[in-house]
């Protein structure tokens, strides 16, 4: 995939940054911008006690939450789950200033149409999808569990059209940080790798490291074949070969990690299945596509959860 790609500078803006919610990976991003000394607040959906403190390693420090009266705000990351992310910037439109920049971090597809549809003109979209890991071994905790990295994209034209320091910022939230000229290629990438781990993680309740068995081989064989016509069929092009050492390397380096979707399965909650399995089998049917390896792995899932879970 040949790409243009542009490394970014660590230069420090001044103007604080929103995060939306209180998920690992905005944790993560906004005790690191605390820890670089840049303004940062958290919008929660439910009001918080006012002392709010949270710590990252072994630092401890206090997290600014941001009410309507802060606004209007002009950088805003959300890393919430895909099927919050519309939701969330419902509720924080009125709040946003004519010419924000918001960026949206989720596993899955199908959101930034939706999202899109939301904004003014001048209100630039983005795409940051990230392979860095986080956990929060209690709910004011975080820990930076996954030394990933993280693709920006902008996603409209207000953002592909303005001066701004988004990727600088992000830099230091989600970095190593590259900055590419079209953000879906590396959503795709990041679908297939979402498409496989976290079905089968979720649904054999184990480790990304045992996908590595023998014995899996062959469905993660035809899960990958099968992608691969989906994307084609959307303008996407992978190579069965590529994706399927893709997926080993996230296997070997993720070994011991449980997926997101093992966790919200093992902890009852609601899972991202829609955004991901869900998505590609919606691309197949418009495509007229048959894909019956990700549509069994989806009916096995699901015979397995309540509908709110997907
Ligand atoms: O993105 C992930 C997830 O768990 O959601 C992977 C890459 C599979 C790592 O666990």
Redesign the pocket.
Known sequence: MEQHRSEVSTGISQKPWLVVGRGAIGLLAASRWALAQQPVQLWLRQAQSLNYRFSVGSRDFPMQLAGATHGPFDKVLIPVKAFDTVAAVQQLLPHLSEHAHIVLCH?GMGTLEQVQALLLPSQGLWFAST?Q?AYKPSPLQVRHT?FGETMLGACNAAARSSVTTIASDLNIALGPLQQVADITPYLWK?LA??CV??PLTALLQVR?GELLKAEYQVQISQLLTEFVLVAKACGQQFSLDELQQLIEK?QQT?AQ?????QQDVANQRRTELNAITGFLLQQAAAHQIQLPAHLALYQQLTARLQPWQY
């Open positions: 596993n392979t890991g996954g990041k790798i979402n781990i976290n990304n996230v993720t990690n449980l997926s997101s979707m």
